[in-house]
């Protein structure tokens, strides 16, 4: 036992030695490092406070007869790509544009809202009446100003939050509106809205009680690794064919005279809808729920009721939603004194109130949609969703404003 301590003894002592000694070659390049990353993040932070952003309201027509296809025409948008050169990049710390789509609930009333940098308040704007004329936005005060930030000392608002990814590869799409049957003949009265759950639920809310729904989208990036490479990214198309020809390997024969093994009906589906999701532009995209609510109002059933709106874009065969993060814990021992709990309720709190997901303060792992899969989580509903707390136009507008850019 003795030989055993002074060997570990010895073995440290050495590793400790030949650190030391070695310091003047690694410790200049460890803090170079440090304080590189450290002037990144500084002056990323620097420009994204600098940045002026509006919120936009849009206020629905009493007559929709759209499908959610035309979002789907409205969300290449949102995929600005300008970021600068290198040293803008690296030395201004310029980002890339996101937007955030948003759904809130307001003691019942929903609300449907767009926030964007001012810059591009214009285009934005145009291209949302280009497709639906009837719409009437507008720039209003931002609603997460109502209440105290989360943890303000005197503040009677409770809070629960979550932050939402994948259940599966971003290869694997949700169920979309195609899939609901909702792209052919949107007024038909059998249609499925696949929104309408959601909506439903969100108008349930009594006074005293709010949900904020945001999803923030930013034109994707090469973040996937790419397969025999050590450092090399790909993006998600090139990673989603990936998926692709490992499926169909199935249909080649893997040995001289034996016939292949077929594909099931349900990995033909998956074939076919991962192919159909190539064909469109991919969003890269982070979700962010919060419930809250005046204490004496606080219903913790309203955080089953968040989770469940989301199920009807899930499917075995493809993908869906799930939380990668909720403000509580399974079991008390986890957190006895509940300081854990106040600490990620703050925090989601202020993460949302900054639309931070791609960039600091806040960064999070973000996860791809195409453009339908985003159309369908996120459009204005027609004849088929009559949610009565839906704030709709009381007048049909005749066109869109005059001066809007072409």
């Known amino acids: 036992m003795q030989f055993v301590v002074e060997f570990v003894n010895s073995t440290l002592n050495y590793l400790l030695f030949t650190i030391g000694s070695t310091a003047f070659v690694w410790l200049p390049f460890a803090l170079f ?8 993040y500084y002056t990323r932070v620097l420009n994204i406070n600098s940045i002026k952003w509006v919120l936009l309201e849009v206020k629905l027509p009493r007559e929709l007869l759209k499908s959610p296809q035309a979002m789907e025409v409205i969300a290449p948008i949102f995929s600005q790509n300008y970021e600068g050169n290198l040293w803008d990049q690296y030395w201004k710390g310029v980002v890339r544009a996101w937007f955030s789509l948003e759904i809130v609930s307001l003691g019942g009333e929903i609300h449907f809202y767009v926030r964007t940098q001012k810059f591009f308040k214009n285009l934005i704007e145009a291209q949302f009446y280009s497709q639906y004329p ?17 943890g303000t000392p005197g503040s009677d608002w409770g809070m629960w939050g979550a932050e ?3 259940a599966k590869e971003d290869a694997y799409p949700i169920k979309t509106y195609v899939d609901y049957g909702l792209h052919d003949n949107p007024k038909e009265e059998h249609k499925i809205d696949p929104m309408t759950p959601m909506l439903e639920y969100l108008s349930s809310i009594s006074v005293g009680e709010q949900i904020w729904i945001q999803i923030l989208v930013m034109m994707s990036r090469d973040r996937f690794h790419k397969p025999g490479t050590w450092f090399k990214k790909q993006d998600w198309r090139k990673n989603s064919a990936d998926l692709v020809k490992k499926l169909m390997k199935r ?13 099931s009906p349900g990995e033909e589906e998956t074939v076919e809808a991962v192919e159909r999701s190539l064909s ?38 493809l993908n869906g939603f799930k939380t990668a993060l909720r403000t509580g814990f399974e079991y008390k021992w986890q957190d006895p004194w509940g300081k854990r709990v106040e600490k990620m309720k703050r925090k989601v709190f202020d993460a949302y109130v900054r639309r931070s997901w791609f960039y600091p303060p806040h960064v999070r792992k973000p996860f791809v949609l ?25 007048s049909k507008r005749g066109e869109p404003p005059s001066n809007l850019p072409l």
């Open 280 to 317: 469109k532009l991919g969003l890269d995209t982070g979700i962010r729920t919060i419930y809250l609510a005046k204490k004496d109002r606080y219903n913790a059933l309203n955080q089953v009721g968040i989770m469940n709106s989301f199920k009807q874009y899930s499917s075995l065969n």
């Open 251 to 263: 249909d080649e024969p893997r040995e001289v005279g034996k016939f292949p093994e077929r594909l």
């Open 134 to 150: 009837d719409i009437e936005m507008r720039e209003v005060e931002d609603y997460v100003n109502q209440i105290p930030p989360y």
């Open 164 to 166: 939402w990814k994948l």
């Open 33 to 40: 490092l440090t304080a590189w990353n450290l002037w990144r």
């Open 370 to 394: 195409n453009v339908e899969e985003l159309a369908t989580i996120y459009h204005f509903p027609g004849e088929v969703a009559r949610t009565p707390t839906l704030e709709r136009v009381e």
